[in-house]
């Protein structure tokens, strides 16, 4: 730890100039995400190392760290800069617009969102018994409200804020040589595409839940004739297991979103346990002790005769048509997500052994 901070204070006080790219850096932290920002970043900087420049040609020498820090001190906190860079907001200032819509969204969606729906939905849901119909549309009638009186609020107090002039002493504290170290710009995770899977994995788990008791869900009119045999009732809990994977990964890449090593690794980890899932599924299906056949559906009994009979055959071999299927593309999903955590990991090896190569140049 002592030699690598050591280190790290003898590479900035070679590089003064790394402090402009630390202030941009932070400065881009609180912009959103679009092509004018960048544009307004850009030129940004170009205003501070001309600043610098013409400082440097005045006193014939090159800036020092606490030179460079003090005109970024002049040019504001980070924070503050970049609200001044937004359109004119008018309940709440520029100054805290950046930190508002930030605890907005964390609230909002970070907390409230997945209480809601990971809780309090399967909670009501379980107490309403045949009724979950009306228990989902409750909660979700309960988290609009939720989420509407958080916003009130929170808007409520940064306004109260704004208007006693409170970030001013917060704004007059910043150190520019505390701002944290460049980071080298990585492909994340799309939020949006993090959000979907999210919501189409919880709304999978309760569809998976309600299976049991409703047939109807996944056999149509098919139900009043078939029922799963004893082989899907024995994979069913390691398929509900799955189904909670698949919320946990999006939920805790929403989460932390700095963990960009979780991604490629949760994803390989669920495309290994889908394959062994399904290899089970299928040896268990064909590969029996005495040759004979076990189906995925049978007919009730109510339902014997010869018509229904032939359709238990069709979808019997339908279901295992899709399952080979099933098995195949995960097993090149497999291949691609190793891949991208292979590529991944060579990525921070190298990005690791860098600063090494540099020093020793």
């Not at 944290?180 to 999978?204: D, H, I, M, N, Y």
């Not at 960009?260 to 889908?274: I, R, S």
Request: charged share 15%; proline share 6%; with cysteine.
């Amino acid at each position: 730890m002592n030699e690598s901070g050591n280190t790290a204070s003898r590479n900035s006080s070679r590089n003064p100039m790394e402090l402009v790219d630390r202030y941009l850096q932070a400065v881009r932290f609180w912009l959103p995400k679009s092509r004018r920002n960048e544009d307004l970043v850009a030129e940004l900087g170009e205003d501070l190392r001309s600043q610098i420049e013409d400082k440097e040609t005045d006193l014939g020498r090159a800036l020092d760290e606490g030179e460079v820090s003090d005109i970024l001190k002049r040019c504001g906190a980070p924070m503050v800069v970049a609200g001044s860079l937004r359109p004119e907001q008018h309940l709440i200032g520029p100054a805290l617009f950046p930190i508002y819509t930030f605890v907005l969204k964390m609230v909002l969606f970070w907390i409230l969102v997945p209480v809601f729906l990971f809780i309090l939905v399967p909670v009501n849901v379980a107490n309403a018994s045949a009724d979950w119909a009306s228990a989902i549309a409750a909660t979700l009638g309960q988290l609009w409200s939720g989420l509407f009186v958080a916003a009130g609020i929170i808007t409520l107090v940064f306004a109260i804020i704004e208007r006693t002039h409170a970030q001013g002493a917060i704004a007059a504290k910043w150190d520019p040589r505390k701002l944290p170290p460049v980071r080298k710009q990585e492909r994340k995770t799309s939020v949006a595409q993090t959000v979907c899977q999210l919501v189409f994995g919880f709304f999978g788990l309760v569809w998976l839940l309600l299976l049991p008791q409703h047939p109807v869900l996944i056999l149509g009119p098919a139900a009043l004739f078939l029922k799963a045999a004893p082989l899907v009732h024995a994979v069913y809990v390691p398929i509900v297991l799955l189904g909670v994977l698949a919320i946990l990964r999006p939920a805790i890449t929403l989460a932390q979103m700095e963990w960009t090593w979780f991604p490629p690794l949760a994803e390989l980890l669920q495309a290994v346990l889908g394959l062994i899932l399904l290899n089970f599924v299928l040896s268990a299906a064909i590969q029996t002790p005495a040759g004979d056949w076990h189906p995925f559906v049978v007919l009730t009994d109510g339902a014997m005769s010869a018509k229904y009979a032939k359709v238990t055959s069709i979808v019997n071999v339908s279901i295992l048509i899709s399952l080979y299927c099933a098995w195949l593309a995960l097993g090149v999903a497999l291949l691609v997500h190793l891949w991208q955590l292979l590529s991944y990991l060579r990525k921070r090896v190298s990005n690791a052994r860098q600063p090494a190569s540099l020093q020793a140049q």
